[in-house]
């Protein structure tokens, strides 16, 4: 009898051969009008949204580790009843 083992783990990044990730991070209030500065092993990455920019892995993990908690809200009694996590800064990969 086989058992199937199921993988949690994410597809990997189609990355170029530099080992840059391309993305466009999405138009967010967040983010200042001169560009959102992130910084990766000493380099400084001007990222601004609606631009397409070639990124280190370790970009991708500082932007998919940038959270926010929004709350939760009962629609009949309109209490915060919970707060969910929610990307600060969300980006598409290109």
């Keep these: 009898m086989a058992t199937e083992l199921k993988s949690n ?9 530099e080992g840059r990730v391309r993305i466009v991070l999405e138009e967010n209030d ?11 092993n000493g380099v400084g990455y001007m990222l ?7 990124v280190p892995p370790g970009v991708l993990e500082i932007l998919n580790n940038a959270v926010t908690s929004v709350p939760v809200v009962d629609p009949q009694t309109l209490e915060v009843i919970d707060y969910r996590s ?4 969300p ?4």
Excluded: H, M, N
Aim: net charge neutral; charged share 30%.
């Design 9 to 17: 783990l994410k597809a990997p990044i189609a990355a170029d051969e």
């Design 30 to 40: 967040q983010i200042p009008p001169t560009g959102l500065f992130v910084g990766d």
């Design 48 to 54: 601004r949204p609606g631009e397409e920019i070639a």
């Design 86 to 89: 929610k990307k600060l800064y």
């Design 91 to 94: 980006f598409s990969r290109v």
